[in-house]
Each structure stands twice: as C-alpha cells, then as structure tokens.
C-alpha cells in the first residue's frame, strides 16, 4: 500500500510539474543578460528594456508547443513593435538541432531576435524547468508576467499585459513631460 501511494505520489508531482505556470510574478527583477543573435551582434537585456517592454521566451526547434506559439507572437509583435514593445526568443537547442535554428526562423518569417543561449546560462538563471517559458518583463526590469507550456489564447492573455504596460509607459511619459513644462 505504501508504494502505490508513493507512486501516486510520484505521479502527482510530474503531472503539476508539467502543468501550466502562471503568475504575476511581481517584485521579481529580472536577470540582465547578454546573448549574441543569429547574425552575431551582441544583445544585452537592460538595453533592450530602455525601449520598453520585453518578452524573453524560451524554445527549442524541436519543442512544437514553443514553434505554435512564437508564431502566434509573430503577430503581436507586428502590431506592438512599433510602440517599444520588443520580443527576445531565446533558443535552448542543443549542438544537434543548433544548425536547423536559422533555416527554422528564416523560414517562418520571424522578425524578431532569436538569441543563441549555448552555454544554457540565460536558462539557469531564469530557473526555467520546461519549454516553451515565457517572460514579460516591463521597462523597469520587474518580471509581470510568466507562464510555462503553451495553449491557444495564451497569446491573448500576453496581449493584455503588453497594452497595460504600453498604456503606463505612456502615462508615465506625460507625466514626465508636464513636470518638465511646468519648471
């Protein structure tokens, strides 16, 4: 009897690790980072972050879920660039499937920077457990948003977190330039 509750034991644990993660992570500063892109240029987070907000996301050629869900990202980045926001996808391959990254981005048409993470540091220190992982980061540097695995509609959910920070960024701006005006 023992050992079937172990093993149920066991189970349960596997299963909510494999589970959906999300959170409000908020009070978590995100880890700085530099990672060279596909073409060689080094790219270092908190530069990117003074633009705006940034979703690091965390795949692998070979992870289908990180594949459908970059592409739907694809799409929010085309309406949301513009305004600051940026998209960091971060591949994990291994030496094996590292070759097939390019022809894979090129490919599906993304525009955004896919960064090689050879060493897997960037991974550690985000304490990633699973792909696809994915970080919205505002422009403080405060992690707002996480989630692990991927379904249809996450990309929805992203969406609204990315106008809430492009909405304060915004305000924060105005406020700034009336604090100006007014001296």
């Given at each position: 009897?023992?050992?079937?509750?172990?093993i149920?034991?066991?189970?349960?644990?596997l299963?909510?690790?494999?589970s959906?993660?999300?959170?409000?992570?908020?009070?978590?500063?995100?880890?700085?980072?530099?990672?060279?892109?596909?073409?060689?240029?080094?790219?270092?987070?908190?530069?990117?972050?003074?633009?705006?907000?940034?979703?690091?996301?965390?795949?692998?050629?070979?992870?289908?879920?990180?594949?459908?869900?970059?592409?739907?990202?694809?799409?929010?980045?085309?309406?949301?660039?513009?305004?600051?926001?940026?998209i960091?996808?971060?591949?994990?391959?291994?030496?094996?499937?590292?070759?097939?990254?390019?022809?894979?981005?090129?490919?599906?048409?993304?525009d955004?920077?896919?960064?090689?993470?050879?060493?897997?540091?960037i991974?550690?220190?985000?304490?990633?457990?699973?792909?696809?992982?994915?970080?919205?980061?505002?422009?403080?540097?405060?992690?707002?948003?996480?989630?692990?695995?991927?379904?249809?509609?996450?990309?929805?959910?992203?969406k609204?977190?990315?106008?809430?920070?492009?909405?304060?960024?915004?305000?924060?701006?105005?406020?700034?330039?009336?604090?100006?005006?007014?001296k």
């Open positions: 009897m023992r050992k079937f509750i172990f149920i034991g066991i189970i349960f644990l299963f909510a690790a494999s959906s993660v999300r959170s409000d992570a908020k009070n978590s500063t995100a880890p700085n980072f530099i990672a060279k892109d596909l073409n060689g240029t080094k790219v270092e987070l908190k530069e990117v972050l003074k633009g705006g907000p940034v979703l690091v996301s965390f795949w692998a050629t070979w992870c289908k879920p990180c594949v459908k869900e970059l592409g739907e990202l694809q799409k929010v980045y085309k309406k949301y660039h513009e305004k600051g926001f940026e960091l996808a971060v591949d994990v391959d291994g030496p094996r499937s590292v070759s097939k990254v390019r022809s894979m981005v090129k490919g599906l048409g993304w955004f920077p896919v960064l090689w993470d050879e060493s897997k540091d991974y550690r220190n985000y304490q990633v457990l699973g792909i696809p992982h994915t970080v919205l980061i505002n422009p403080a540097g405060d992690i707002v948003y996480t989630h692990t695995t991927y379904r249809p509609g996450d990309e929805e959910i992203i609204k977190k990315i106008e809430e920070l492009l909405n304060n960024s915004s305000q924060s701006a105005e406020e700034k330039q009336g604090e100006k005006s007014e």
